[in-house]
């Protein structure tokens, strides 16, 4: 299986990038899959997660202002980002999963995007 995550780039604090993860040749079904986001220096955390019914999980930083969703057909999730601040930049991975999201098992991963947010 491939990850591959685009969409990333560079903008002006408010504005908005919307990421993209398609999954190839997954060796079976996806059911959870997850956005995770590393700042410079930082740890990795999880900032969003979408089950394969739909449900969805947020990171309180993100809340209302990110949006995840999915087409399970394709195997491809996007990540909706408004109102982007200085502390959303980072280095943005996909990371789907062969379980569900409260089994937070994570069996891929993507290389990263790397989304960039000056004031």
């Known amino acids: 299986a491939q990850v591959v995550e685009s969409g990333g780039g560079s903008v002006q604090a408010g504005g908005s990038l919307r990421l993209s993860c398609v999954v190839s040749?997954?060796?079976?079904?996806?059911?959870?899959m997850g956005w995770f986001r590393q700042a410079p220096g930082k740890e990795r955390e999880a900032a969003a997660s979408?089950?394969?019914?739909?449900?969805?999980t947020y990171v309180d930083s993100v809340k209302g202002r990110f949006t995840i969703s999915r087409d399970n057909d394709k195997d491809t999730m996007y990540l909706k980002m408004n109102d982007l601040g200085p502390g959303d930049t980072g280095t943005y991975y996909c990371a789907p999963s062969f379980s569900y999201c409260w089994d937070q098992n994570w069996h891929l991963w993507g290389q990263g995007t790397q989304v960039n947010v000056s004031s």
């Open positions: 979408i089950d394969r019914d739909g449900s969805t």
């Open positions: 040749r997954p060796a079976w079904k996806i059911f959870c």
